[in-house]
Antibody, heavy 119, light 109 residues
Framework: EVQLVQSGAEVKKPGESLKISCKGS????????IGWVRQMPGKGLEWMGI????????RYSPSFQGQVTISADKSISTAYLQWSSLKASDTAMYYC????????????WGQGTLVTVSS | EIVLTQSPGTLSLSPGERATLSCRAS???????LAWYQQKPGQAPRLLIY???SRATGIPDRFSGSGSGTDFTLTISRLEPEDFAVYYC??????????FGQGTKLEIK
């Protein structure tokens, strides 16, 4: 059974750093792209970027380039999304999701990680 | 970047009725790389349709997708109580970023 299991909810202060994770199981982790999607409170879905764990090829939306870093550790089948300095506007639910190719839909999704940034 | 505009913003219908949701792209979507997702409160999105008209695994046949170029439609032939949710379209062409529409909320009338 394909599963993407994300790390738990986080509460952080502005300026702090954060790294959240997404662990894949039930499939060949290095053969699929993993993407990250933001959903701000009460809002729609925003595509942030994707990574191919097989060779760490990474692509970002211009809206998120330089704001976050996407990485992966294929040895433990885990992808990451990290911030070096959080802002209150980073408060959102973050989903990871799997796609078979860079031009493909997301067929499996993680359960989401809620990030709250507040002073 | 391709902008997707969904309409209507909210659709109020009763169980058993037919739902028609629209997704219009600011430029042609290559190879009909258009997907539809369903999201219920507190849940992650679920893939319904890909390639504009192919149903994902396990999706009931009351869901169908159509369209090409810049105009796409998701049709739910007879609404079941569990179909009331928010629906998003997504284009996933060859160049990032992929983009999502703003969503259509399908609510019970």
């Amino acid at each position: 059974e394909v599963q993407l299991v994300q790390s738990g909810a986080e509460v952080k202060k502005p300026g702090e750093s954060l790294k959240i994770s997404c662990k894949g199981s039930g499939y060949s982790f290095t053969s699929y792209w993993i993407g990250w999607v933001r959903q701000m409170p009460g809002k729609g879905l925003e595509w942030m970027g994707i990574i191919y764990p097989g060779d760490s090829d990474t692509r970002y939306s211009p809206s998120f380039q330089g704001q976050v870093t996407i990485s992966a550790d294929k040895s433990i089948s885990t992808a990451y999304l990290q911030w070096s300095s959080l802002k209150a506007s980073d408060t959102a639910m973050y989903y990871c999701a799997r796609e078979i190719a860079a031009a493909a839909p997301f067929d499996y999704w993680g359960q989401g990680t809620l990030v709250t940034v507040s002073s | 970047e391709i902008v997707l505009t969904q309409s209507p913003g909210t659709l109020s219908l009763s169980p058993g009725e037919r739902a028609t949701l629209s997704c219009r792209a600011s430029q042609s979507v290559s190879s009909s790389y258009l997907a539809w997702y369903q999201q219920k409160p507190g849940q992650a999105p679920r893939l319904l349709i890909y390639g504009a008209s192919s149903r994902a695994t396990g999706i009931p046949d009351r869901f169908s997708g159509s369209g090409s170029g810049t105009d796409f439609t998701l049709t739910i032939s007879r609404l079941e109580p569990e179909d009331f949710a928010v629906y998003y379209c997504q284009q996933y062409g060859s160049s990032p970023p992929d983009t999502f529409g703003q969503g259509t909320k399908l609510e019970i009338k």
